[in-house]
């Protein structure tokens, strides 16, 4: 597609289950990023990509979250163990190296 | 905790009058851009101004950066009902080695009435 896509659109989950969220960015793109945003808030940043240099996981709130990135294209965020806190729309865009930023339509988790 | 605040946190104006929108952030940065956002989903991109850089014009857009400041502002200029939506800051600052991490504000709610 010519933009970022994200999956699911909507996520309903239990409390203390695990969750992943897809992101499939720009073609070409050597950037991603994951954002958290929570209703009415700005972005929280999570976890940065570029190319194939180590992430920059300076975002993720607890060691429940992680991330990567296969073959520098596709991402998967994983939240395990979910809880209430978790719920937010995630967000995720690409770019080139310090360009604008395409972002996706985010992933909207609700945590019953 | 975030790098980039802006102000006003809520704007609300008629339709044709100007909107202006300020962004201060903390530490160097290598650029700064401007998004907008409707309906709490995807951010759209409006605007870069790089840290060299004091103006830039796009449309109905003005954007200024004051580096000694550490300040930025967004015009919008004959404001439309459209225009209504919740705009950010980002800025972009270099993490470390080849790391570079843009972080955002918490944004500008603008309403435009009709």
């Known amino acids: 597609g010519a933009g970022v896509s994200q999956s699911p659109s909507n996520k309903v989950t239990e409390k203390g289950k695990d969750v992943e969220l897809r992101c499939d960015p720009i073609?070409?793109?050597?950037?991603l990023y994951w954002y958290r945003q929570s209703l009415g808030q700005g972005l929280e940043f999570l976890i940065y990509f570029q190319g194939n240099s180590a992430p920059d996981k300076s975002g993720l709130p607890s060691d429940r979250f992680s991330a990567e990135r296969t073959g520098g294209s596709v991402s998967t965020l994983t939240i395990q163990r979910t809880q209430q806190e978790d719920s937010a729309v995630y967000l995720c865009?690409?770019?080139?190296?310090?360009?604008?930023?395409?972002f996706g339509e985010g992933s909207r988790l609700t945590v019953l | 905790s975030q790098q980039g605040e802006e102000d006003p946190q809520a704007l609300s104006i008629q339709e044709g009058e100007n909107a202006t929108m300020n962004c201060s952030y903390k530490?160097?940065?290598?650029?700064l851009q401007w998004y907008r956002q409707n309906s709490g989903r995807g951010l759209v991109h409006l605007i870069l101004i790089r840290s060299n850089e004091r103006e830039k014009h796009s449309g109905r857009l003005r954007v200024t950066l004051d580096t000694s400041k550490k300040s930025s502002s967004l015009l919008i200029t004959a404001s439309r009902a459209a225009d209504t939506a919740s705009y950010f800051c980002?800025?972009?600052?270099?993490?470390?080695?080849?790391?570079?991490?843009?972080?955002f504000g918490k944004g500008t709610l603008l309403t435009v009435n009709p």
């Open positions: 073609s070409g793109h050597t950037a």
């Open positions: 980002a800025t972009g600052l270099n993490s470390g080695g080849s790391n570079y991490k843009l972080t």
């Open positions: 865009a690409s770019s080139w190296d310090r360009g604008e930023l395409f």
């Open positions: 530490t160097s940065i290598n650029n």
